[in-house]
């Protein structure tokens, strides 16, 4: 990787040095000089280049010093370091420039040999800075599409050698479906169907991230999440609710004049499941998510829900009786299962 360096000097025959010192490193593109003869050209030089690895700064210069320089560059450009070469080595110019922010100080006449050492040591230096900075860039970008959940389970100590385990846990899996968004596209672009989306998600995972639960995925204009821990069924159900309440408040009119209140239909399934991530390690595309039969139900209930709905099993209402008020409603067949099932519905 290129090193750039801007050589901050007011001797004409630094440049003419540097180039002569250098020419095999600079004609193998392993270092890029750029030349300032002051500290105010330098503050140019920086806000142009803003790839520059590492400053070379005299100290006494015309217009601007360079102790001067180094104390305008933190604002200007915080990652660069700056190596003081001077002919000024006494210990209280070296403790300045150490203290307004210099990474190393070379004497004159220079030593090229210890020179360039002492900009390899920067470089490395710079770029480990700049790979910290990027990780936490990433990190937090992340953090916008990966459930706290994932990030705390790769963040295990064990978490390469145990990639494709997997445990049977106890939880409960909730399916919301927006009701009839799909044929909002007939009427609305594209961009304002999104918009909507958007806001509708927002509410209900604010809803689901206040009882303790994560996002496992968004699935079109439906919602997977799973709730785990301690009154894992009780918080989500009080989320369903929650989520049904905040999403039908929305009203909207479409162009052609019609309103539109948005409802959503819930499916909830509580029990053992498989949690672990599914996928292709060589590939590297893992979903760190919950299977099972229980989390397949949740879904068939979400698909027989109606509007407004929130749908559990006879055996989840048996557990919810006492905390919640419940209706029967029927019996029915859900997908692949060859027996059918009472359903009932969570009124309050």
Known sequence: MKTKILVVDDEADLELLIKQKFRRKIRENVYEFVFASNGEEALNSVRTHPDLDIILSDINMPV??????LTKLQETNPVLKTVMVSAYGDMQNIRTAMNRGAF???????????????????????????????????????????????LNF?????????LMASETV??????????GFTSLSEVLPASAVV????????????????????V???MGD????????????????DAALAVRAVVQANQHTLPNGQAYQPEVSIG??????????????????????????????????????????VIVTEATYQHLRESFQCRPIKEVTLKNKAQPVMIYEVVA
């Open 154 to 162: 790769v963040g295990r100590p064990d978490f390469e050698n145990t």
């Open 170 to 179: 106890e939880a409960t899996v909730v399916f919301i479906d927006i009701c």
């Open 64 to 69: 601007m010093d360079g102790l001067t320089l």
């Open 268 to 309: 909830i399934n509580t029990g053992e499941m498989v949690s672990g991530n599914i996928g292709s390690a060589s590939l590297k595309r893992l979903d760190y998510t919950v299977i099972g039969d229980n989390v397949n139900i949740s879904q068939r209930l979400q698909s027989v829900a109606q509007p407004g709905q």
């Open 104 to 150: 190393d100080f070379v004497t004159k006449p220079v030593d090229f040999q210890d020179l360039e050492v002492t900009m390899e040591k920067t470089a490395h230096h710079v770029q480990q800075l700049r790979q910290t900075l990027r990780a936490i860039q990433e990190n937090n970008i992340l953090k916008m599409y990966v459930d706290e959940t994932v």
């Open 222 to 237: 439906a919602v997977m999440a799973v709730f785990r821990g301690e009154y894992h069924l009780d918080r989500a159900v």
């Open 195 to 214: 918009t909507m989306l958007n806001t509708y998600f927002d509410q209900m995972v604010k809803e689901i991230i206040a009882q303790g639960g994560y």
């Open 216 to 218: 496992d995925k968004f």
